[in-house]
């Protein structure tokens, strides 16, 4: 009884080590929510010209002691959230200087090109370089509020049952870990840096805090478990295939434990039978840590293991997107992965699911708009009650700052 007893306490372990999510970078999750920022500290000749502007400093000097005065007079997580908050003026302001800066550092424009490239802020409207500051600049802005009002203050987000703050805002616990990284970042920070520094540090510690690192989990998406997809894209035979790729989009469990729904597992068969008849050389399984709030498991990832491991399709023909949290987000996520993997964006890709899925991506437009600011795709045809093809659109990287966990 002992040797079996053994074995069972070593395969216990093996599952809580294997239900344990990947830690996202800090730095990729900063990159991935406040782009530009990123950008600006990464120019030298930039960051040095607005950590010296006047104005600017100013207003990094006002934040420093508004944040500072908090600590001792703030009773409730909602006062130290209204102390972080970046108010409407000061993002005013900032926005000025930084459109200004642009006609003084010509640095500026290096940074201005690096964020036309990534495309995080590109709504398919075009911008003058300026306009693109500006408006790059209040996305940042109103990214790192959202995290402080609904990760601070406890503020419903939309998706509530998913997306809400890890922690009861009356927790002294909470409070006191919350004030411990705020007299670190004021320690650590000095007046003469740049006016974005300390709201920036604060939102991705306030994340860290809360355990909301799934942005940054599992990237970069061409290597780990999509390594092996990726080097095939190069040596695939296009012509021979319908369809650029199949999409699988996941649902999650109801119950806390459970690694795959049923509903999934029938997704995967759907997906796995048409795969084998050679309608798309690679099946995208797309879904992030989704259901129950904050769950260890991935729906992508739990999809790739079902479709290796059960139904016998290649390691190598299985990419997941383990970040999208809607059928919105399936879609964009797709997308965007179909561009970073340098595959044909000239033909269509193919939705795999269950009809009552298939009748949400027949009238996804308008929500999309609302929900992401952007229609993700084009060219929608519903073709059973299992499949809908689409094509990917370039704009389809625009950052949703109001989806931290998958912006």
Not at 76 to 83: D, K, L, R, V
Not at 275 to 294: D, E, L, Q
């Amino acid at each position: 009884m002992m040797k079996y007893r053994g074995w069972i306490y070593v395969f216990a372990w093996v599952l809580f080590v294997s239900a344990i999510p990947p830690k996202g970078d800090p730095a990729v999750l900063r990159s991935k929510l406040f782009y530009l920022p990123v950008q600006l500290d990464a120019h030298a000749g930039t960051r040095h010209a607005l950590t010296n502007d006047a104005a600017l400093r100013q207003l990094g000097r006002s934040y420093q002691e508004r944040v500072r005065g908090a600590r001792s007079e703030c009773k409730t997580m909602a006062c130290y959230a209204a102390a972080l908050h970046l108010r409407e003026d000061e993002v005013r302001q900032a926005g000025d200087r930084l459109v200004a800066a642009y006609g003084q550092n010509n640095e500026m424009k290096n940074v201005v090109n690096a964020v036309k490239a990534a495309g995080y802020y590109d709504r398919n409207i075009p911008l003058a370089d300026t306009a693109l500051l500006r408006f790059a600049w209040e996305r940042t802005a109103e990214g790192m509020n959202y995290i402080f009002d609904t990760y601070l203050a406890g503020k419903r987000p939309r998706y509530a049952i998913i997306d809400s703050i890890s922690f009861n805002v009356n927790d002294p616990a909470f409070k006191a870990a919350t004030e411990k990284m705020l007299d670190g970042l004021l320690k650590k920070q000095k007046i003469s840096g740049p006016y974005y520094a300390l709201p920036l540090d604060a939102a991705i510690e306030t994340l860290l805090l809360n355990g909301r690192d799934e942005a940054a989990r599992y990237e970069p998406l061409t290597a780990g478990q999509n390594a092996a997809a990726y080097a095939a894209v190069a040596r695939t035979e296009w012509e021979k295939y319908p369809y650029t790729a199949l999409l699988v989009p996941g649902f999650g469990p109801d119950s806390p434990g459970v690694r795959i729904d049923h509903r999934g597992v029938a997704r995967c068969k759907m997906a796995a039978e048409r795969f084998n008849r050679k309608m798309a050389p690679f099946i995208i399984v797309s879904g992030g840590h989704v259901y129950p709030h904050r769950t260890p498991y991935s729906e992508a990832v739990e999809m790739k293991r079902y479709l290796t491991e059960e139904l016998n399709i290649p390691a190598s023909a299985v990419i997941i997107e383990p970040h999208a949290r809607h059928t919105t987000t399936n879609m964009r996520n797709a997308g965007r992965l179909l561009y970073r993997f340098h595959m044909p964006v000239n033909k269509p890709s193919l939705v795999v699911t269950d009809s009552a899925q298939i009748l949400m991506v027949a009238n996804l437009d308008q929500r999309c708009m609302r929900e992401l600011g952007i229609v993700p795709y084009r060219n929608v045809r519903i073709l059973t009650g299992n499949e809908a093809e689409f094509y990917p659109v370039k704009h389809c990287f625009y950052i949703n700052v109001q989806d931290i966990s998958d912006p």
